[in-house]
């Protein structure tokens, strides 16, 4: 462990021993935060050794082996296992696997592990079938030399998420349930046979032929699984594609002007008679193999040569092996062909070619690809110099396909070229630079990786182009989910998103998308249709068969750039370079290789000033890099991340919330929740006021409702961090006019704060004080008034009567009693506020202005508008000069101010005032806020006294359409507003009536 891991674990161990000394209480304070650094050294040590990553296990078994101790001894019995076990390790390691575990009959192998690779699955199974065929010849060599009659094993594969490493035996650690589902598929195998599951199936589709099973029940998992067994390895010529969905044949969607491209280029081919190339570019599944087949379907096969080549993952182990699966699959040289046999098939095929040079070019050529020919006289001399014969055999292939030419043009089509080893690569170099002058078109495909190392891959000044493929855009994408879909009768907009949006416009991805929906029970294939099950479709992951290939990218990085990527995972999906710094300073290092090998992008503009934007490249990658980690990791780096932007959003004051704060405080939410709930919740209530008092009511509303649950799942229903929870989502809510919301959430605060912090505590008083706000948003203030009471005298008493909260309380008791009419002592209250604050805070302070304009709104509904003016005017004058301007508090102020100016008969200045009010709570509230009625009131009464009684109805009836809605039909505010309406209406139709008389036909105005 290291130096600061040690000294935290000694001052952990002298604490504990002062236990008795200083209590528990203490104790346990001090020890809690000293215990989340020692956790998170550790979790920072053992990340490296331990890893949650997909991965392949294969169980082997011998079948019956306490028989054989029935008739070999235990000598005998060891040598038979061990020279077992011994090849089939080998067999597991010549198809790249590690074998982790020998039990004494059996063991326990896994395969991607250390660098996962696309083939992992095949691999895996072809090594269970190959030591089953290793089985049969054990067999037979046992039952010879001990008399054995039967030697059988049995194996099983499972594909699924394991950790590796950790523990005392970091090296051959693996655990989770994949390796028992694994185990059970072996034990369930019968003599002789390899099971799969269907999640190892879904990999290897079209490779291998199988058989399906009757599901089985397997310990720990849910659902009986789906397993099949497996017959052999699909013959090459046999194979159909893996990808796609069973069963269905989805047209290709969009991609027509790439495919015209290679037409286009197949014409100029012949027409000049000259040889071009184009390499076709694109991430995993973008289409890039599908374009080549329609394009090769839409080739005249009787008029061309057509060659195809294909390099698989692990290509780059076997030289030239890219070229050597051209000449086969030109010749039909089986993979099984005996060696003998290929031989001929090579010299009978290519002889035709090189009647010139006879059988000279054809041997160098097959020695190159790897048949034997090193005894040829042709050959044996020229292998001497490497060099030389490589130049030798390199002019030989070439001369291949350029003979081949002579009686057709050629088309070669080669995929999956960034696997391709590079002495093919650097052939398919020359032979194109040889074949510049007769008609051969190479098209060859690649993911963007082929540049990383071979960034001139595309010669200059030569016929030889590139075509990008870019993901399918939205209509596009629409399109090809319809048609995976088709099958559903009416496909849920909720489940189109799903495919669309995460798989950003891959094809594969969207495929893989719909099977898994499929597998997960979402989508139900029956005989005539597809069924959704709409409940269920919310729970997305990352397909198992996408995880295989974004994995397998992963691992081809170094571990600074994967360990960078894991570090941005935790800031998220979209992450900032500075964040990220946060975690790790060297994880910004990266970025520029993460950018240029395309797994992050960087956007142009950025939401905060000072750092660069960064995103995943797609949405699915973050998640399995995130889900792949360790939960320890994870949580370290979400503490560090909200750190980071809780220093951003911490504010001193209403004033300093902008955009980048509201911001800041989601993020700081976002990671801080998952990091350590308790001392977020805390932080987060010490953060609230300023923000609220900002109006920041977008960002603050779903903060407070995700808080709540938070609370009450971490900390319990009854705890009084739930309770401070459960006020401030009320206070958000009372600001949004939901008093549905906010009374409940009230009342649960207050029978917590009552019983556990008793009735004369500030947060009990909080919460009374926004309950008060509740009853007057619904219209009764008679409710509200003893709500302000009481809270105003426990804040008088503990906070004292001079405290910003207690004259905050007393603003408000001002104006509920104004409302209740009583004048005389909503005039006392407000001077009091007024004259407090003017002496505490100086006349300059936005509190100052909010008790001006409470005592301003007195003294107009006293009927003494001329008096109100001025006040409301220099409350008005602090807030535009304090505040943004379109703060909720400057559109009280204009409001009243409005209301007085209209009682001074000033419609002309009131008018644009009322409009300004009505113009910034619309922004800020939702539509039918109490407020927006009340500003919709006021513009209306002013248009009418103006003469427009037309927009008067118009905006009477909005108004009290929301009143309606707030208070209900029969309160006493929707009744004087449909009074005003009728007035309007009224007003109206004695106007027309006069005018009819005077018969005069007036264009409105
Ligand atoms: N434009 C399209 N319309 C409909 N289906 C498509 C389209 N493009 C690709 N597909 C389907 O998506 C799947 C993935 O496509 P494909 O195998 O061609 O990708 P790729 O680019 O060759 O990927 P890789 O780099 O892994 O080889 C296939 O099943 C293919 O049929
Ligand atoms: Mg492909």
């Not at 096969?301 to 000449?327: E, K, N, Q, T």
Request: charged share 25%.
């Amino acid at each position: 462990m290291s130096e600061g891991g040690k000294q935290l674990e000694a001052a952990i161990a002298a604490l504990e021993a002062q236990r008795a000394l200083l209590g528990d209480a203490v104790v346990d304070t001090a020890l809690a935060p000293m215990r989340r650094e020692l956790a998170a050294a550790r979790a920072a040590e053992s990340t490296t050794h331990q890893e949650l990553k997909q991965v392949s296990v294969l169980f082997v078994d011998v079948v019956e082996s306490t028989a054989m101790g029935q008739r070999l001894d235990p000598e005998e019995i060891h040598a038979v296992m061990d020279g077992a076990l011994e090849r089939f390790t080998l067999i597991v390691q010549t198809h790249h696997g590690r074998v982790l575990k020998y039990t004494g009959d059996g063991m326990l192998a896994v395969f991607g592990s250390q660098v996962a690779s696309e083939d992992d699955v095949e691999s895996a199974i072809r090594a269970g079938l190959g030591i089953i065929e290793e089985a049969l010849l054990q067999a037979s060599h046992v039952r010879q030399k001990y008399d054995l009659p039967k030697f059988e094993v049995r194996a099983g594969v499972h594909t699924g998420m394991a950790l590796l490493g950790g523990g005392v035996d970091t090296e051959s650690s693996i655990r989770g349930d994949t390796v028992n589902v694994a185990a059970r598929m072996e034990q369930s195998a019968p003599p002789g046979r390899l099971r799969i599951t269907h999640d190892s199936y879904s990999h290897v589709r079209g490779l291998f032929d199988v058989v399906e099973q009757a599901p089985i029940s397997v310990k720990g998992v849910a659902q009986p699984l789906r397993t099949y067994l497996v017959e052999r390895a699909t013959p090459e010529a046999l194979r159909a594609t893996t990808r796609g969905i069973e069963g269905m044949q989805a047209r290709m969607v969009g991609r027509e002007s790439e495919l015209k491209v290679l037409q286009a280029a197949f014409g100029a081919t012949i027409a000049e008679r000259r040889g071009r190339a184009v390499t076709v570019v694109g991430e995993a599944g973008l289409g890039k193999s599908r374009l080549l087949a329609e394009f090769r379907q839409s080739l005249d096969l009787r008029s061309c040569w057509l060659l195809a080549g294909r390099a698989h993952p692990r290509s780059a182990l076997h030289s030239y092996g890219l070229l050597r699966d051209i000449v086969t699959r030109h010749l039909r040289i089986g993979e099984w062909d005996a060696a003998a046999l290929a031989e001929r098939k090579l010299v009978a095929g290519l002889g035709p070619l090189f009647v010139e040079e006879g059988e000279a070019p054809i041997h160098i050529l097959g020695q190159l690809i790897g048949l034997n020919f090193a005894t040829s006289p042709h050959v044996e001399e020229l292998l001497r110099n490497e060099r030389q014969f490589k130049a030798v055999a390199f002019d030989a292939g070439a001369l291949y396909l350029r003979r081949l030419t002579n009686s057709r043009p050629v088309v070669m089509m080669l995929d999956d070229l960034h696997w391709a080893d590079d002495g093919s690569l650097e052939f398919v170099r020359f032979a194109l630079r040889r074949n510049s002058d007769v008609p051969l078109l190479s098209v060859m495909l690649t993911r963007p990786s082929l540049f990383e190392q071979n960034a001139d891959w595309i010669e200059r000044g030569s016929l030889h182009t590139r075509l990008d493929l870019m993901p399918l855009d939205k209509v596009c994408s629409r399109e090809l989910a319809d048609t995976l879909l088709q099958r559903v009768a009416e496909v849920p907009a909720a489940l189109r998103a799903l495919i669309t949006d995460g798989a950003e416009g891959n094809p594969f991805y969207m495929e893989e998308l719909v099977k898994m929906l499929i597998d997960d029970g979402v989508i139900v294939a029956e005989a005539d249709g597809w069924r959704v099950m709409p409940d269920k479709l919310l729970v997305a992951r990352v397909p198992p068969t996408l995880t295989g290939v974004l994995q397998a990218r992963l691992d081809a990085l170094g571990s600074r750039e994967r360990n960078a990527l894991r570090q941005a995972a935790v800031v998220g999906h979209i992450f900032w370079d500075q964040a990220l710094a946060a975690i790790d300073p060297s994880a910004v290092d990266a970025l520029p290789a993460l950018l240029r090998k395309q797994f992050v992008v960087r956007h142009d503009s950025a939401t905060f000033d000072d750092t660069h934007e960064y995103a995943f490249q797609h949405h699915l990658l973050h998640q399995i890099i995130y889900d792949t980690m360790l939960k320890e990791a994870r949580r370290h780096g979400h503490e560090k991340v909200g750190a980071f932007w809780s220093a951003r959003a911490e504010v001193a004051s209403p004033q300093e919330v902008n955009a980048v704060a509201c911001r800041a405080l989601a993020e700081a939410h976002a990671h801080r929740r998952l990091a350590d709930p308790a001392a977020f919740a805390s932080w987060f209530d010490a953060q609230f006021s300023n923000y609220y008092n900002a109006y920041a009511i977008q960002t603050l509303r779903p903060l407070v409702q995700s808080t709540v649950e938070m609370c009450e799942r971490h900390l319990g229903p009854n705890h009084v961090e739930t309770a401070r929870a459960l006020t401030n989502l009320a206070r958000a809510a009372v600001q949004r006019g939901e008093t549905e919301t906010a009374e409940p959430a009230l009342q649960r605060a207050l029978a917590i704060q009552e019983q556990v912090l008793g009735a004369h505590h500030p947060d009990t008083a909080r919460t009374l004080a926004v309950l008060g706000g509740c009853f007057q948003g619904r219209g009764d203030d008679a409710a509200a008034e003893p709500c302000f009471r009481r809270a105003l005298e426990v804040r008088e008493r503990v906070l004292g009567p001079e405290h910003p909260l207690t004259l905050g309380m007393l603003v408000h008791l001002a104006h509920v009693v104004s409302e209740l009419g009583r004048m005389d002592e909503a005039e006392v209250l407000s001077r009091r506020a007024l004259c407090v604050r003017e002496r505490t805070l100086g006349p300059e302070a936005p509190e100052t202005a909010i008790a001006l304009t409470t005592l301003g709104e007195v003294l107009a509904k006293k009927g003494e508008p001329a008096a109100a003016e001025p006040l409301l005017r220099r409350a008005l004058a602090v807030q535009q000069k304090h505040l943004t301007a379109d703060n909720p508090d400057i559109g009280f102020t204009l409001w009243h101010l409005a209301e007085a100016l209209r009682n001074l008969a000033r419609l002309g200045e009131a008018e644009p005032l009322a409009r300004r009010a009505l113009e910034i709570w619309e922004r800020h509230f939702r539509p039918d806020h109490e407020w927006i009625a009340f500003a919709l009131i006021s513009v209306s009464k002013i248009r009418l006294a103006r003469g427009d009684a037309a927009e008067a109805a118009v905006l009477a009836e909005r108004a009290a359409q929301v009143l309606t809605l707030v208070f209900g039909p029969e309160h006493a505010e929707v009744g004087s507003t449909l009074k005003l309406k009728t007035s309007a209406l009224q007003t109206l139709q004695n106007r027309a009536a006069a005018e009819s008389h005077e018969g005069i036909n007036l264009a409105p105005d």
